[in-house]
Structure formats: structure tokens, C-alpha cells
């Protein structure tokens, strides 16, 4: 660019050109370099750095938040096993969202990526799967869970009463927990999804595809999903009938046995 024209460039100009260079609208070498322009680009460099600073905070936050919950679950399942000798959780998964994830997502919603926006619009930056052996597991696992007075429910979704039209199964929560951190205590937001082994297994497979492009016979493999998430909702309610006949089958104990069961248990391993 011409320097005899560099006097028509205030600052607002400037920054504008650098947002369409930004954009893609304009190529780099249209903006002017004088001492405006370095003073901008030293002013949004240091923006950059602290919004990715923030960045990095807030994901430090989710990931302890994840932790607190994980091991919220970790006790009930404990407890769970020395009361009842039985673990109602088979496994636990965590996972961040995805930095590209978050801006894809912010980018439907048409918001600036920000740590205020992530915090304000996305519930599921924090992610806990939970894995029961049986469906009645999934709601008293989720119902201890909300009886705790430091878990506050935001909100639920029960797609194993109501199943999504593709045939997917899973208890969804998205509640808040305080994290407390060396200076502070803060309310974190996380998603808890609650499903059983086989739900699992059908949501892996349906994740699989969801995510290939170009499969052949795309169509037909999304039915037969579909049978296949009918077929395991039948067989995880047959599953959950056949455990209630066992226990209702079981000799109602005595005094003396309810004792001896106590003094067994001393000798387990809560781990």
C-alpha cells in the first residue's frame, strides 16, 4: 500500500481491515504497517493470550469438576458393594469436549468463542458415562446422585422411557457441582449419561456411524440399528426380571444370618 495514503488509516479503520483479513474477506497485504498498526496488532495479541489463558483455566475447572463427580459415583458404587455385595456400576468414563468441538458448537449457535460463552452455553464441555448392569441400576445410581445436597439438577432427559427415533437409550443429567479450588469455590456444570452395558455397545456402534461418511447401504444399516436397540431394550428388561426372580426366590434371612452377612463383610475389600 501506498505510504503517502497511510494518513487516511485511523485506528478503527485498521482494526476493521484486520477482522476481514481475519475473516478471509481481504488478504494480509492490504493492511497498512505503521505505528497504529503495530499498536493493534500488540492489543489483540495480548487479548489472544489472555483468552487463551481463560481457555485453559476454565478447561483445568471442568476436568476437576469431572473428577468430583467420578468420584461420587465411586463411593455410592463402594458402598453399594459392601451393603449389598453387589456393584450396580460396571465402569465410568470421563472426557473434555474437544476444543474444535466447542467452537463448532458455539458456531451454530452464531456466539464468539469466549470463556463466558462456553461457561453461558454449553452444558457438556464435561462429560461422566456411567455403566449399570440394569436399568433399574440407572435410576437409583441417578437418584443418589440428586439426593445430594451439594448436586444440583439442571436438567433431565430420560430417553430410556423415551427413546430418540434412531433407537437410542440413556438417562441424561446436566447438573451443577461447587468445585473448590486454592482462592475459590465455583459452580461447574458437567453432562452425566447413565445406560447399561448394552446401551453402551448400541451407542459405540451408532457413534461409528454417525461419524463415517459415504457407507454403503447407509439407510439399511440405520433400520437394522434400530431393530438392534429394540432387541437389547427386550433383553435388558428380561435381564432385570430374571435378577428379580433370583431375589425374590432367595430365603428371607434370619436375625442371626443378617449378623454373620455383617461380619463377612468386614473382611472386604471396598476397593
Not at 59 to 70: D, G, V
Not at 80 to 87: L, S
Not at 170 to 182: E, G, R
Not at 249 to 255: F, G, L, N, Q, W
Request: charged share 30%.
Amino acid at each position: 500500500m501506498d505510504s503517502k495514503n497511510l494518513h487516511e488509516f485511523d485506528a478503527e479503520k485498521i482494526d476493521r481491515l484486520f477482522q476481514q483479513a481475519m475473516d478471509g474477506e481481504i488478504t494480509s497485504d492490504l493492511i497498512p504497517i505503521n505505528d497504529t498498526t503495530v499498536n493493534i496488532m500488540m492489543d489483540r495479541t495480548k487479548l489472544l493470550m489472555g483468552t487463551i489463558v481463560d481457555y485453559k483455566e476454565l478447561m483445568m475447572m471442568y476436568a476437576c469438576a469431572m473428577k468430583e463427580i467420578r468420584t461420587k459415583f465411586d463411593v455410592l458404587n463402594t458402598e453399594f458393594k459392601i451393603r449389598y455385595q453387589r456393584n450396580p456400576i460396571r465402569f465410568i468414563n470421563t472426557r473434555l469436549k474437544r476444543t474444535a468441538s466447542i467452537v463448532e458448537k458455539l458456531g451454530r449457535q452464531k456466539l464468539p468463542f469466549s470463556p463466558e460463552n462456553i461457561e453461558n452455553h454449553i452444558n457438556d464441555v464435561a462429560g461422566i458415562r456411567v455403566v449399570c448392569s440394569y436399568i433399574d441400576d440407572i435410576y437409583t445410581i441417578a437418584d443418589s446422585l440428586l439426593h445430594q445436597d451439594d448436586v444440583t439438577l439442571i436438567t433431565k432427559k430420560d430417553y430410556i422411557a423415551n427413546p430418540k427415533p434412531n433407537g437410542y437409550r440413556s438417562l441424561h443429567l446436566i447438573v451443577s457441582i461447587p468445585v473448590f479450588f486454592a482462592e475459590r469455590k465455583k459452580e461447574m456444570k458437567a453432562e452425566v449419561q447413565i445406560r447399561t452395558i448394552a446401551m453402551d455397545f448400541w451407542a459405540s456402534l451408532e457413534h461409528q456411524l454417525k461419524y463415517k461418511q459415504e457407507i454403503p447401504n447407509q439407510q439399511d444399516i440405520i433400520m437394522q440399528l434400530k431393530e438392534c436397540a429394540e432387541v437389547i431394550n427386550a433383553t435388558d428388561e428380561k435381564m432385570l426380571n430374571i435378577r428379580r426372580q433370583i431375589e425374590a426366590a432367595s430365603d428371607i434371612p434370619t436375625e442371626e444370618d443378617i449378623l454373620f452377612e455383617k461380619l463377612c463383610r468386614l473382611d472386604i475389600n471396598p476397593d
